[in-house]
């Protein structure tokens, strides 16, 4: 009781005030972007007591907007899908074989998480312009082209997520179903996936995002006909900044502001039922 | 064996065999281009280390690095401090805004403080309307701008490593010095900041390895001004047309990583010692 009288190995005043400008310096990019979002003008600048709604209108009105959206939601959910299948086929297969040769693999997959984008840039350019005759599909500035660099950028983090969810599984629900004359497949679709999906539909989401707003290795293996939606924003923050960025860039922190807020909504009702029942 | 091997290579072969094509492969045809472009020789490694330009490209690189570092490490020091140890309200506020800025994409933070510190930005009219300079103070298109946005971005990555370094940390050992009648400060010098130096060591390593590699936070805040080894990359490759040099400098960025990993490795293990 003695330490809630000292409370000396409590944060004391002078950290409260170094993390609240720590908390100020977080937000204040992000809180800054609202009001210019809403300015009558046409170029970038505060509202200074005029405003308006006219940038968000040009996210639809300019095809641009729209063709970058719906261009980067599909190669998102291709690339997700590519990367969560490609994900959970080697993460079971390190879930089954343990040895020396499955981590060496597991080391060499986790190589683009570990390297600086820019050289994961350059290398995937690489490939790619030396594959416009070969593979004209996958090559530079195509769609087939980005989902390649996105699945190799996500892959890992997907395969993380996913590995952290089949450690929690019970190795034993395997060995039972095996035993009871399950085949591998049968076990691994019917037994160890289903315990694990949550962890395949967070790797999806991780993937998902992570190639949603890829600007790195998309900014080296695109030009002029493939124009993903962080691609347009780049292009429009270069030169003459369009306000229009600021629109988009207030819908996205509102989308990302609300599912945590959901998360932690569904996550706290969950906790109340549970204690309710226990 | 070999039996088993047949029934998980369908699992454990199709990820790797993908990056060994598109990835490892690619990665031996930039490093030769380093050595045969435009001629063969290690000339533009040498150009790495006597050319003017390149020299004071990576010594910036270095520079801006470092001192990100020390920012990002020292702000989410005291984060993490009084997320681990602060009363439940205030760890709850920190949690949100640690997690907000991590999930939003890279573009919209530097975004963000280019509108802050730009000529005619935010805080440059504000200071003027208050009559505390007469002319904007440069913050962008220069170094300033680079650093700002990159401890920004660099924040929660180093504030997630040092909360586990903290949870990690006994309360009863802070309890116990207190009760021995140490101040907060000793407690904190003495006690908390010697237990966390494995913590303190593993964040600046992450936080300085993603800064080395870190591109679009300077392009978009220092605008082609003070340009940092991986837009010089970039510019090589797409404006210069010097692959051979764009590829010797992706080689030894590579092989810095490689080396400050190593370090961590270390330090990790380290950890575990002392543990």
């Given at each position: 009781?003695?330490?809630?009288?000292?409370?000396?190995?409590k944060?004391?005043?002078?950290?409260?005030?170094?993390?609240?400008?720590?908390?100020?310096?977080?937000?204040?990019?992000l809180?800054?972007?609202?009001?210019v979002?809403?300015?009558?003008q046409?170029?970038?600048?505060?509202?200074?007591?005029?405003?308006?709604?006219?940038?968000?209108q040009?996210?639809?009105?300019?095809?641009?907007?729209?063709?970058?959206?719906?261009?980067?939601?599909?190669?998102?959910?291709?690339?997700?899908?590519?990367?969560?299948?490609?994900?959970?086929?080697?993460?079971?297969?390190?879930?089954?074989?343990r040895?020396?040769?499955s981590?060496?693999?597991?080391?060499?997959v986790?190589?683009?998480?570990?390297?600086?984008?820019?050289?994961?840039?350059?290398i995937?350019?690489?490939?790619?312009?030396?594959?416009?005759?070969?593979?004209?599909?996958?090559?530079?500035?195509?769609?087939?082209?980005?989902?390649?660099?996105?699945?190799?950028?996500?892959?890992?983090?997907?395969?993380?997520t996913?590995?952290?969810?089949?450690?929690?599984?019970?190795?034993?629900?395997?060995?039972?179903?095996?035993?009871?004359?399950?085949?591998?497949?049968q076990?691994?679709?019917?037994?160890?996936?289903?315990?694990?999906?949550?962890?395949?539909?967070?790797?999806?989401?991780?993937?998902?995002i992570?190639?949603?707003?890829?600007?790195?290795?998309?900014?080296f293996?695109?030009?002029?006909?493939?124009?993903?939606?962080?691609?347009?924003?780049?292009?429009?923050?270069?030169d003459?900044?369009?306000?229009?960025?600021?629109?988009?860039?207030?819908i996205?922190?509102?989308?990302?502001?609300?599912?945590?807020?959901?998360?932690?909504?569904?996550?706290?009702?969950?906790?109340a039922?549970?204690r309710?029942?226990? | 064996?070999?039996?088993?091997?047949?029934?998980?290579?369908?699992?454990l072969?199709?990820?790797?065999?993908?990056?060994?094509?598109?990835y490892?492969?690619?990665?031996?045809?930039?490093?030769?281009?380093?050595?045969?472009?435009?001629?063969?020789?290690?000339?533009?490694?040498?150009?790495?280390?006597t050319?003017?330009?390149?020299?004071?490209?990576?010594?910036?690189?270095?520079?801006?690095?470092?001192i990100?570092?020390?920012?990002?490490?020292?702000?989410?020091?005291?984060?993490?401090?009084?997320?681990?140890?602060?009363?439940?309200?205030?760890?709850?506020?920190?949690?949100?805004?640690?997690?907000?800025?991590?999930?939003?994409?890279?573009?919209?933070?530097?975004?963000?403080?280019?509108?802050?510190?730009?000529?005619?930005?935010?805080?440059?009219?504000a200071?003027m309307?208050?009559g505390l300079?007469?002319?904007?103070?440069?913050?962008?298109?220069?170094?300033?701008?680079?650093?700002?946005?990159?401890?920004?971005?660099?924040?929660?990555?180093?504030?997630?490593?040092?909360?586990?370094?903290?949870?990690?940390?006994?309360?009863?050992?802070?309890?116990?010095a207190s009760?021995?009648?140490?101040?907060r400060?000793?407690?904190?010098?003495?006690?908390?900041?010697?237990?966390?130096?494995?913590?303190?060591i593993?964040?600046?390593?992450?936080?300085?390895?993603?800064?080395i590699?870190?591109?679009i936070?300077?392009?978009?805040?220092?605008?082609?001004?003070?340009?940092?080894?991986?837009?010089?990359?970039?510019?090589?490759l797409?404006?210069?047309?010097?692959?051979?040099?764009?590829?010797?400098?992706?080689?030894?960025l590579?092989?810095?990583?490689?080396?400050?990993?190593?370090?961590?490795?270390?330090?990790?293990?380290?950890?575990?010692?002392?543990?």
């Open positions: 009781m003695a330490k809630q009288q000292l409370g000396t190995d944060p004391g005043w002078m950290s409260a005030v170094i993390v609240y400008i720590a908390i100020i310096f977080l937000l204040m990019p809180v800054a972007i609202v009001p979002s809403f300015t009558a046409r170029f970038l600048s505060m509202p200074e007591g005029e405003y308006s709604l006219r940038h968000y040009a996210l639809f009105t300019n095809p641009i907007w729209g063709q970058s959206i719906r261009l980067s939601l599909i190669i998102g959910v291709i690339a997700s899908a590519i990367s969560t299948f490609l994900a959970v086929l080697f993460g079971l297969g390190l879930w089954y074989v040895n020396r040769f981590i060496a693999l597991a080391a060499l986790f190589l683009p998480m570990v390297m600086p984008p820019v050289v994961s840039a350059i995937i350019y690489f490939f790619e312009t030396s594959m416009v005759d070969v593979m004209p599909w996958i090559a530079f500035d195509t769609v087939g082209g980005v989902v390649l660099g996105h699945v190799v950028v996500a892959t890992p983090f997907a395969l993380v996913f590995l952290v969810a089949l450690s929690r599984v019970d190795k034993r629900i395997d060995m039972a179903a095996r035993g009871l004359g399950a085949s591998l497949w076990s691994i679709f019917w037994v160890v996936l289903p315990n694990a999906r949550f962890g395949i539909i967070s790797a999806a989401f991780l993937a998902f992570l190639s949603w707003e890829e600007i790195a290795v998309t900014l293996i695109t030009s002029f006909n493939v124009v993903t939606l962080p691609r347009q924003m780049w292009n429009g923050m270069r003459n900044i369009d306000p229009a960025i600021a629109a988009i860039s207030v996205l922190i509102s989308i990302t502001v609300l599912a945590i807020l959901t998360r932690d909504i569904l996550r706290w009702r969950n906790a039922r549970a309710k029942a226990g | 064996m070999s039996n088993t091997w047949g029934r998980y290579a369908i699992l072969a199709p990820l790797p065999l993908l990056l060994v094509l598109v490892v492969l690619p990665f031996l045809g930039v490093a030769k281009w380093s050595f045969t472009d435009p001629e063969v020789g290690l000339g533009q490694y040498v150009r790495v280390f050319d003017e330009t390149v020299r004071s490209v990576v010594i910036r690189t270095a520079r801006v690095c470092a990100v570092t020390i920012a990002s490490v020292t702000l989410a020091y005291a984060i993490s401090y009084n997320w681990v140890f602060g009363p439940p309200g205030r760890q709850r506020l920190i949690e949100y805004c640690v997690l907000i800025p991590f999930w939003i994409s890279v573009l919209i933070r530097a975004f963000g403080w280019l509108i802050l510190l730009r000529n005619n930005g935010i805080i440059n009219s200071l309307d208050i300079i007469s002319r904007p103070i440069t913050m962008v298109r220069n170094e300033f701008g680079s650093i700002v946005g990159m401890t920004h971005f660099l924040v929660p990555f180093a504030v997630f490593p040092l909360a586990s370094a903290m949870r990690q940390v006994d309360a009863r050992v802070l309890q116990a009760g021995l009648g140490a101040g400060m000793r407690i904190f010098w003495t006690v908390t900041v010697p237990m966390t130096l494995p913590g303190i593993g964040a600046a390593l992450i936080v300085y390895v993603f800064a590699g870190f591109f936070t300077p392009a978009i805040l220092s605008g082609g001004r003070s340009v940092m080894v991986a837009e010089f990359i970039y510019l090589q797409f404006q210069t047309v010097n692959w051979g040099l764009a590829s010797a400098l992706s080689v030894m590579l092989v810095v990583v490689v080396l400050l990993g190593f370090v961590l490795h270390k330090v990790v293990r380290l950890d575990k010692l002392f543990g």
